[in-house]
């Protein structure tokens, strides 16, 4: 068995911890922050999720970035109306194609410093907002991938049109530039190698069948970062397993001797969301060597089991300090927690993939 240590003061960073920077709106979530080390700081790229302050009962509001207006606008709708299913706290359905969608908090990306991995101060202003019509209703579940001098930060964009994968990039976590959209609806969950592999780049990536098929991972390769192709099946969904319902990846690929280590996301059959692993090939990572055949963390404390969505664990960071894996963790789409273990532990865990 894995032995875990949850940090003895989770969570981390809260919504009381965050202030709002859309007027009229309050935080809801601060969580799936992806994390990188720069200048002896750990940096946190959260996602923080603003919601809008409704005073009128029966009243459902959808925060949305209005392009024309370069502002977030408000679509307001009655909790009667037929047209939509209002089951989900996360999202508006509509019930009939030629209605929209809509979430009902939108997304930015705000950053958290800190010296020690466990105290953080959070900017007062986003570091990636909505810009356009792709992303109108947020930017979501960050992953940051440093190559070279650079940090690549993959993305999920979420407007009227789908959930589509952009990617940003920074030198200095000051300023960012934008590189558009890699990967079209619907997909998400992408992760980037941090390292060129026999010449090529490759990127995990997650697409969403709505008719045939499964929300599997998926592997790219790419010359540039921006282009991609050779699009592989890696992993799929396990019947009566902890991952049978739903899988993706979460933090960035770490180099160990023994191949790429992989900690994934996946839904079990009482729909917990839950960690584990995946091993890949040094030299060809679209090679699955072994995977965890139980998650290495379980929602189970009160943070994680209670919250805006409860019962989530979902990792979109992870750093390695000295032989140990510390994991950052979205709780509950409600806050950020981090977690320790040992990185033999997690290897131990492993079991070969019979081809």
């Known amino acids: 068995?894995?032995?875990?240590?949850?940090?003895?003061?989770?969570?981390?960073?809260?919504?009381?911890?965050?202030?709002?920077?859309?007027?009229?709106?309050?935080?809801?979530?601060?969580?799936?922050?992806?994390?990188?080390?720069?200048?002896?700081?750990?940096?946190?790229?959260?996602?923080?999720?603003?919601?809008?302050?409704?005073?009128?009962?029966?009243?459902?509001?959808?925060?949305?970035?209005?392009?024309?207006?370069?502002?977030?606008?408000?679509?307001?709708?009655?909790?009667?109306?037929?047209?939509?299913d209002f089951s989900d706290p996360?999202?508006?359905?509509?019930?009939?194609?030629?209605?929209?969608?809509?979430?009902?908090?939108?997304?930015?990306?705000?950053?958290?410093?800190?010296?020690?991995?466990?105290?953080?101060?959070?900017?007062?202003?986003?570091?990636?907002?909505?810009?356009?019509?792709?992303?109108?209703?947020?930017?979501?579940?960050?992953?940051?991938?440093?190559?070279?001098?650079?940090?690549?930060?993959?993305?999920?964009?979420?407007?009227?049109?789908?959930?589509?994968?952009?990617?940003?990039?920074?030198?200095?976590?000051?300023n960012a530039v934008r590189h558009g959209i890699i990967f079209p609806p619907e997909n998400k969950d992408v992760v980037l190698f941090p390292e060129m592999i026999n010449g090529r780049y490759y990127a995990i990536h997650r697409p969403v069948p709505s008719g045939i098929g499964a929300p599997e991972m998926w592997i790219a390769e790419s010359r540039d970062l921006i282009h991609w192709g050779?699009?592989?099946?890696?992993?799929?969904?396990?019947?009566?397993?902890?991952?049978?319902?739903?899988?993706?990846?979460?933090?960035?690929?770490?180099?160990?001797?023994?191949?790429?280590?992989?900690?994934y996301h996946a839904v079990d059959e009482r729909d917990r969301y839950c960690l584990g692993a995946v091993l890949l090939d040094l030299h060809d990572p679209s090679a699955v060597l072994a995977r965890t055949d139980r998650p290495i963390l379980i929602p189970e404390e009160q943070y994680e089991t209670s919250g805006f969505f409860s019962n989530v664990v979902f990792s979109c960071g992870a750093v390695v300090v000295n032989d140990r894996l510390r994991i950052y963790y979205g709780a509950a789409d409600d806050s950020m927690a981090c977690m320790e273990l040992r990185m033999q532990e997690v290897l131990n865990e492993l079991r070969a993939v019979v081809a």
């Open 230 to 263: 050779n699009h592989r099946f890696l992993l799929g969904l396990r019947r009566n397993f902890w991952d049978c319902k739903r899988i993706g990846a979460g933090a960035v690929p770490i180099r160990t001797p023994d191949g790429w280590l992989e900690i």
């Open 90 to 174: 996360r999202v508006i359905r509509a019930r009939e194609s030629s209605t929209s969608s809509f979430l009902t908090s939108i997304s930015y990306l705000r950053l958290a410093r800190s010296q020690d991995g466990h105290h953080f101060t959070v900017e007062d202003r986003a570091f990636l907002f909505p810009h356009n019509e792709l992303d109108a209703y947020g930017i979501e579940d960050p992953r940051c991938s440093k190559v070279g001098d650079q940090y690549y930060i993959a993305y999920t964009a979420v407007s009227r049109l789908g959930a589509s994968v952009g990617l940003a990039s920074t030198q200095d976590f000051t």
């Open 1 to 84: 068995m894995v032995q875990i240590d949850r940090y003895h003061a989770n969570p981390l960073i809260t919504p009381e911890d965050v202030t709002p920077i859309i007027p009229g709106c309050e935080v809801v979530g601060v969580f799936n922050a992806a994390t990188a080390v720069f200048e002896e700081e750990i940096i946190l790229i959260l996602r923080v999720a603003e919601s809008a302050i409704v005073s009128e009962r029966g009243q459902i509001v959808a925060p949305v970035y209005d392009p024309a207006v370069r502002d977030v606008v408000f679509v307001r709708l009655n909790a009667d109306d037929v047209r939509y």
